[in-house]
């Protein structure tokens, strides 16, 4: 293929007044929860199935037609959220099998369609979120394994032997109907989460190249804008943001940080609204094998550090084909709530704080006033050349007081040993 050097966003991209007050909404949110459901949640071994086993688009076809999540309820998945103290919901409306989760006239293969369940479950998900005051995005996938007009298909691509060459402008009229029913069809949409994108990258078997085909985002982000305004984009492309976009996305990694090599590096971090996704147990899409379930310790570390950074959590399930979100995930939830309905005015709303996170301890700021979350246990806390000038420093969980010291080195803050917790000790440093 040539090297095309094409992916620029909506040209001269000036975000409307409701799309400011969107992101100053996204930016306070803070949590939110992801969900990858598709029919590939029925093999149980995670979203990228059908490229890992290498299955035939013929034999994956078949999938559909055992799809039958008799145990679905939206209402029920939405009050989950907000028990767990999220503000939205990203769900996979389609992934990069092909397969849309909701009525679709720009093909067949489909929820409705296809499947014996025959019900739109994504407009199930959005009247429960209306309902319940949960803000709702669309992931929606740029890369497709099923579609003859996904052309080249990349690195990643089934074969298309026998189904001849597609034709990517139709391919690209393809996507721009099925966005323009998702904003028409599901009342308001709060962000479209783009992700594909690096798919088209040239591929050594080590790293990305040029990009390979133009992916129209002018027109597809103007599109979404126009559709509606306040519709924040994101795309998973681990670049800097490009022009049109309204927030920053990092995969499993810390803003800036580069752990999974996907490629984000501290140069890359832009100034919009931040966000980092990461799953409960190591997969996206159930995966009836996985066992790495994270520890209540790791999650919360997890989204206080994300919010140490400014950046909220999007939190992963893997709803399974029954429609259930399994036991572990149900849990982990749990225990997120009960958390953030004690600690969560210490991460909503909240901006980064003037420390950034490392193993010890993270901040987070709100007007006057900072939040000190030592992570690791430890009694006492140095920060470095902390030269505002203090009102008090408290503990708070019960806002006794606590001695420090400050000096031309720093601020120095001890808590006594009875009132340490394990997982986050908070201390709150109120500024004169
Ligand atoms: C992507 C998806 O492929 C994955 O299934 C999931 O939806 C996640 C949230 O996003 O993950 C990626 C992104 C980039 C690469 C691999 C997986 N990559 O650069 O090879």
Request: aromatic share 14%.
């Amino acid at each position: 293929f040539t090297s095309l050097s094409f992916g620029q966003g909506q040209k001269d991209y000036k975000p409307t007044e409701e799309n400011l007050d969107a992101r100053k909404w996204f930016q306070e949110a803070k949590f939110g929860m992801f969900i990858h459901w598709g029919v590939y949640s029925i093999l149980g071994d995670g979203e990228w199935v059908m490229n890992n086993q290498n299955i035939p688009i013929q034999a994956y076809e078949k999938l559909p037609t055992f799809f039958n999540p008799t145990g679905y309820d939206a209402e029920a998945w939405v009050k989950m959220a907000k028990d767990a103290g999220m503000k939205y919901i990203t769900i996979t409306s389609r992934h990069h099998d092909g397969f849309s989760m909701f009525d679709t006239k720009a093909n067949n293969y489909d929820i409705v369609d296809s499947t014996p369940y025959g019900k739109d479950v994504l407009k199930q998900l959005a009247d429960a979120c209306h309902k319940e005051g949960i803000k709702l995005f669309f992931y929606y996938s740029l890369l497709d394994w099923h579609n003859d007009d996904y052309y080249p298909r990349g690195r990643t691509g089934n074969d298309i032997a026998g189904r001849g060459a597609g034709e990517w402008d139709k391919y690209i009229a393809f996507m721009k109907a099925q966005l323009t029913e998702l904003l028409t069809n599901y009342g308001e949409i709060a962000g479209i989460w783009f992700d594909g994108h690096w798919d088209q990258k040239l591929w050594d078997g080590k790293r990305f190249g040029a990009l390979q085909v133009d992916w129209h985002y002018d027109e597809i982000y103007t599109l979404i804008h126009e559709l509606q305004p306040q519709c924040l984009i994101g795309n998973n492309h681990h670049l800097a943001p490009i022009e049109g976009e309204d927030f920053q996305m990092f995969e499993k990694d810390l803003p800036g940080k580069n752990t999974t090599g996907f490629g984000t590096s501290a140069s890359d971090v832009g100034q919009l609204p931040m966000e980092v996704c990461e799953t409960i147990n190591g997969s996206w899409g159930f995966n009836l094998q996985d066992r790495q379930h994270k520890s209540k310790e790791e999650l919360i570390h997890y989204i206080v550090k994300a919010a140490g950074y400014g950046s909220n959590l999007l939190l992963n399930v893997g709803p399974m084909p029954n429609g259930k979100i399994q036991e572990e995930h149900q849990q982990s939830l749990k225990e997120m709530g009960l958390w953030m309905r004690k600690n969560g005015s210490t991460i909503y709303g909240t901006m980064a704080g003037p420390f950034l996170p490392n193993d010890k301890f993270a901040t987070t700021r709100k007007g006057n006033t900072i939040f000190l979350h030592i992570l690791d246990g430890s009694q006492k806390v140095f920060l470095e050349d902390f030269g505002k000038k203090i009102k008090d420093v408290k503990l708070f969980p019960d806002q006794s007081k606590l001695t420090f010291q400050q000096n031309k080195f720093g601020l120095f803050i001890e808590v006594p040993k009875d009132k340490i917790d394990s997982v986050d000790t908070i201390v709150e440093i109120t500024l004169k």
